[in-house]
T-cell receptor, first 115, second 109 residues
Framework: KAGVTQTPRYLIKTRGQQVTLSCSPI?????VSWYQQTPGQGLQFLFE???????NKGNFPGRFSGRQFSNSRSEMNVSTLELGDSALYLC??????????????FGPGTRLTVT | KNEVEQSPQNLTAQEGEFITINCSYS?????LHWLQQHPGGGIVSLFM???GKKKHGRLIATINIQEKHSSLHITASHPRDSAVYIC???????????FGGGTRVLVKP
C-alpha cells in the first residue's frame, strides 16, 4: 500500500497570502488529522476529518481551515499568512472512526516558509 | 505547566546502553501514542497504548493510568535509534491529541 502523501513538500509564501496544502491518506483510511510543528511550540493538533466531517479541532484561529473530499483526500487552507505560520505541516491518516484513538500513519510533511 | 511533560529533553547514550524516556500527563486520557521523528521530519508511530505494556523488537512502552505516567525503553541502543521521541496523549474529553515536547536521543557508536 502506498503511504500518506502530502503536496507540495516545500512552499515559500509572503505575508498576507493564502496557501492550500494537500494530503492523500492511505487507501481505505477515512480519518485524516492535521498537525503543525514549530521549533517553539512543538507539535500541535489542528483538526481531524472523518468521512468529510470535521470531528475535532485544536486551538487555532479561524484563518486555519480544512476540508475532506469523498475520496478521503484532505486539504488545509491558511489565509492571511503570518510569519508565525512558518512550520512543518503534517497530516496523518488512520483507519478508525475517531482518528486519534487509532494508530496514525504520518505523511512526510509540507514545510511552509512565510517571508 | 504543559498537560504532557517529557523527560529528559536530551539524552546521549553509548551504543548498547539501555535508554528510558518518561512521559507524564495531568489530564484524563483514553490512550497515549509514542512517536519517533528522524531528522528531515518524518514521523513514525511506534506504539499506541491504553494500559499495561507493549513490546516491538528492542522497544518497550509501558503506561500506568493511575499514576498518569508512561515510559519508552530502548534496549541495546543503536546509532540508528538516534531521533526525537514524542509522546502524545489522547485527552478523554474530546479525543484531542496533546503532545509532549519531545526527547532528542543521540546514540554514539
Amino acid at each position: 500500500k502506498a503511504g500518506v502523501t502530502q503536496t507540495p513538500r516545500y512552499l515559500i509564501k509572503t505575508r498576507g497570502q493564502q496557501v492550500t496544502l494537500s494530503c492523500s491518506p492511505i487507501s481505505g483510511h477515512r480519518s485524516v488529522s492535521w498537525y503543525q510543528q514549530t521549533p517553539g511550540q512543538g507539535l500541535q493538533f489542528l483538526f481531524e476529518y472523518f468521512s468529510e466531517t470535521q470531528r475535532n479541532k485544536g486551538n487555532f484561529p479561524g484563518r486555519f481551515s480544512g476540508r475532506q473530499f469523498s475520496n478521503s483526500r484532505s486539504e488545509m487552507n491558511v489565509s492571511t499568512l503570518e510569519l508565525g505560520d512558518s512550520a512543518l505541516y503534517l497530516c496523518a491518516s488512520s483507519s478508525g472512526g475517531t482518528g486519534t484513538n487509532y494508530e496514525q500513519y504520518f505523511g512526510p510533511g509540507t514545510r511552509l516558509t512565510v517571508t | 505547566k504543559n498537560e504532557v511533560e517529557q523527560s529528559p529533553q536530551n539524552l546521549t547514550a553509548q551504543e548498547g546502553e539501555f535508554i528510558t524516556i518518561n512521559c507524564s500527563y495531568s489530564v484524563g486520557i483514553s490512550a497515549l501514542h509514542w512517536l519517533q521523528q528522524h531528522p528531515g521530519g518524518g514521523i513514525v508511530s511506534l506504539f499506541m497504548l491504553s494500559s499495561g505494556k507493549k513490546k516491538h523488537g528492542r522497544l518497550i512502552a509501558t503506561i500506568n493510568i493511575q499514576e498518569k505516567h508512561s515510559s519508552l525503553h530502548i534496549t541495546a541502543s543503536h546509532p540508528r535509534d538516534s531521533a526525537v521521541y514524542i509522546c502524545a496523549a489522547i485527552k478523554a474529553a474530546g479525543n484531542k491529541l496533546t503532545f509532549g515536547g519531545g526527547t532528542r536521543v543521540l546514540v554514539k557508536p
